[in-house]
């Protein structure tokens, strides 16, 4: 019996027809979305994607495939520590989460989850084997500290999609990826290469990313308060930035030295997580959130009571 | 859609697998490292690319464009659609097949059943 090479030469010229092709194969009849026209329409107004632990949230921001998301907020604002929280419900909700924090080293980061996990300040040691138990399979750390360059986010992106099957991946932050503040090309070519491996790879980018300082710290920043290329905000599918309130804080120092009541100012928000662009959703606005702190955990009303992100899955 | 980039990798460098095998799938597989369809050439399989069901809209089947293509399924509408886009890509011929269906594009012989 004669045996057929499973791979043979080929002399046609495959490059110049994929060049040639490239228009005709990918500009397209509207019809060819007729399928998926129809599936959102029947779904009704079903909001799709990963939610944030807070309930009040889910009708308005999701984390779907596909996309990429801003975490923006001023140095000291909890933008990262937010964003772990948030990691932890993804991974919850039974999606992967991969990691690449250039800031912090992996142990500070899991630290912090853990606490966010245990719901206090000081989890006993066998808390870690239970906490790392529950995280096995689904939460991944990029052991990479200081500066990484886009070609590294690439593969680790890569990575992750197809071989950890991670629906989510953080990059925090895009300074240590794009060298140079000014350099502004460099950051419109890596956001724009990060576009578009969220969407050939069908997993959720979530990019850190700092604002550039205020007059005054109570000025809540926007979408327009980036630092860096105005491209950053222009390319991405959700801006989301974190404020804190720090003059409550100054409030209440003050009130508890004077020995004056403390319930009005506790009733105003630690911190507000401000949604100013949402390409896909109809909501921009404002969350409010109060945080506990022994846990490094924001919660979603005053009461300031921690979740349990171990168990809670769409939230409380 | 996986399976189709080793295949685009390997034709831009002047060589071709004889027949692609193509299966639409009604969900997403887990895999085996080994038997990932993406790994599937460099185990020494044959060229396989695997249709998921959250693949709608475009799908790009230039990679098989002159060659064998063999593609089945158990969704018989989703293989007919999957047939569609497999055709704008001209391959050689096409052979379908699922429970109900047997199409071969180069004998022109084909069999819906009811």
Same mark, same amino acid.
């Given at each position: 019996?004669?045996?057929?090479?499973?791979?043979?030469?080929?002399?046609?010229?495959?490059?110049?027809?994929?060049?040639?092709?490239?228009?005709?194969?990918?500009?397209?009849?509207?019809?060819?979305?007729?399928? $998926?026209?129809?599936?959102?329409?029947?779904?009704?107004?079903?909001?799709?994607?990963?939610?944030?632990?807070?309930?009040?949230?889910?009708?308005?921001?999701?984390?779907?495939? !596909?996309?990429?998301?801003?975490?923006?907020?001023?140095?000291?604002?909890?933008?990262? #520590?937010?964003?772990?929280?948030?990691? &932890?419900?993804?991974?919850? #909700?039974?999606?992967?989460?991969?990691?690449?924090?250039?800031?912090?080293?992996?142990?500070?980061?899991?630290?912090?989850?853990?606490?966010?996990?245990?719901?206090?300040?000081?989890?006993?040691?066998?808390?870690?084997?239970?906490?790392?138990? %529950?995280?096995?399979?689904?939460? %991944?750390?990029?052991? #990479? &500290?200081?500066?990484?360059?886009? $070609?590294?986010? !690439?593969?680790?992106?890569?990575?992750?999609?197809?071989?950890?099957?991670?629906?989510?991946?953080?990059?925090?932050? *895009?300074?240590?990826?794009?060298?140079?503040?000014?350099?502004?090309?460099? #950051?419109?070519?890596?956001?724009?290469?990060?576009?578009?491996?969220?969407?050939?790879?069908?997993?959720?980018?979530?990019?850190?990313?700092?604002?550039?300082?205020?007059?005054? $710290?109570?000025?809540?920043?926007?979408?327009?308060?980036?630092?860096?290329?105005?491209?950053?905000?222009?390319?991405?599918?959700?801006?989301?930035?974190? %404020?804190?309130?720090?003059?409550?804080?100054?409030?209440?120092?003050?009130?508890?030295?004077?020995?004056?009541?403390?319930?009005?100012? $506790?009733?105003?928000?630690?911190? *507000?997580?401000?949604?100013?662009?949402?390409?896909?959703?109809?909501?921009?606005?404002?969350?409010?959130? %109060?945080?506990?702190?022994?846990?490094?955990?924001?919660?979603?009303?005053?009461?300031?009571?921690? &979740?349990?992100?171990?168990?809670?899955?769409?939230?409380? | 859609?996986?399976?189709?980039?080793? +295949?685009?990798?390997?034709?831009?460098?002047?060589?071709?697998?004889?027949?692609?095998?193509?299966?639409?799938?009604?969900?997403?597989?887990?895999?085996?490292?080994?038997?990932?369809?993406?790994?599937?050439?460099?185990?020494?399989?044959?060229?396989?690319?695997?249709?998921?069901?959250?693949?709608?809209?475009?799908?790009?089947?230039?990679?098989?464009?002159?060659?064998?293509?063999?593609?089945?399924?158990?969704?018989?509408?989703?293989?007919?659609?999957?047939?569609?886009?497999?055709?704008?890509?001209?391959?050689?011929?096409?052979?379908?097949?699922?429970?109900?269906?047997? +199409?071969?594009?180069?004998?022109?012989?084909?069999? +819906?059943?009811?």
């Amino acid at each position: 019996m004669t045996k057929l090479p499973i791979i043979t030469p080929d002399s046609f010229d495959f490059k110049r027809y994929m060049a040639e092709t490239e228009s005709s194969a990918k500009v397209l009849p509207a019809d060819t979305w007729r399928d $998926e026209l129809i599936e959102i329409v029947s779904g009704g107004n079903r909001i799709t994607g990963a939610c944030l632990p807070w309930a009040k949230t889910h009708e308005n921001l999701r984390f779907r495939g !596909g996309e990429v998301t801003l975490w923006m907020g001023s140095n000291g604002h909890g933008k990262s #520590q937010l964003l772990g929280q948030a990691c &932890l419900g993804f991974v919850a #909700q039974g999606e992967g989460v991969v990691i690449a924090s250039f800031e912090m080293t992996p142990r500070a980061t899991l630290h912090r989850m853990m606490r966010q996990a245990a719901m206090n300040g000081n989890p006993p040691p066998e808390f870690v084997d239970k906490f790392l138990d %529950w995280l096995k399979g689904k939460l %991944w750390i990029y052991n #990479q &500290l200081g500066q990484a360059t886009p $070609e590294m986010v !690439g593969a680790v992106i890569r990575y992750a999609a197809t071989e950890l099957n991670a629906k989510h991946i953080v990059i925090d932050s *895009l300074m240590r990826v794009v060298a140079g503040e000014d350099n502004y090309n460099a #950051q419109k070519d890596f956001v724009g290469q990060l576009c578009t491996l969220a969407r050939d790879y069908g997993v959720h980018c979530h990019l850190v990313h700092h604002t550039r300082k205020l007059s005054d $710290e109570s000025q809540i920043p926007g979408k327009f308060d980036s630092k860096g290329s105005g491209s950053i905000t222009d390319q991405v599918d959700q801006c989301l930035t974190v %404020w804190r309130n720090k003059a409550k804080q100054r409030e209440m120092e003050t009130a508890i030295r004077k020995g004056t009541p403390t319930h009005e100012i $506790e009733s105003k928000p630690d911190a *507000l997580l401000v949604c100013d662009k949402n390409r896909h959703g109809e909501w921009e606005g404002k969350v409010a959130l %109060w945080y506990h702190a022994s846990s490094l955990q924001y919660t979603s009303d005053q009461r300031c009571s921690p &979740l349990d992100m171990m168990t809670v899955t769409t939230g409380g | 859609m996986k399976g189709h980039e080793p +295949i685009i990798a390997m034709r831009m460098q002047g060589y071709t697998p004889r027949e692609v095998w193509i299966r639409v799938f009604d969900f997403e597989p887990k895999y085996y490292e080994w038997d990932e369809p993406s790994k599937s050439l460099e185990n020494g399989f044959t060229a396989r690319i695997e249709v998921y069901p959250m693949d709608k809209g475009a799908l790009d089947f230039r990679c098989v464009t002159g060659l064998v293509v063999h593609l089945s399924g158990t969704d018989d509408e989703r293989v007919l659609q999957t047939l569609k886009h497999i055709e704008r890509a001209k391959p050689l011929r096409v052979i379908t097949s699922t429970a109900n269906i047997f +199409i071969d594009s180069a004998s022109r012989e084909s069999r +819906i059943a009811a």
